[in-house]
């Protein structure tokens, strides 16, 4: 019966292994995403908080880091999705 091989049988991607390293990878890229977000509010806690001659500066790189960070979690998601 070789010919009812693959019949109604379901193709389960993300069951394997690398399925589970393409979900682990894919959250680790959230929380990073997360992480950078929730660090660009605190500098702008602090800036808001304490003034110092290097505010502007802190902050212009909070929101540097935060725009490539989510640049390349975009990235890296395609990447991952389409590896």
Do not use: C, Q
């Not at 979900?23 to 509010?41: H, R």
């Amino acid at each position: 019966m070789d010919f009812l091989d693959g019949i109604n049988t379901i193709n389960w991607p993300i069951a394997g292994t690398e399925g589970v390293f393409k979900l682990l990878f894919l959250v680790i890229i959230f929380g990073y995403v997360i992480y950078s977000f929730l660090l660009t509010l605190r500098v702008r806690i602090l800036n808001d908080t304490v003034k110092t001659s290097s505010n502007k500066t802190m902050l212009l790189l909070s929101y540097i880091h935060l725009l490539l960070a989510v640049v390349g979690g975009l990235f890296s998601v395609i990447l991952i999705l389409v590896g």
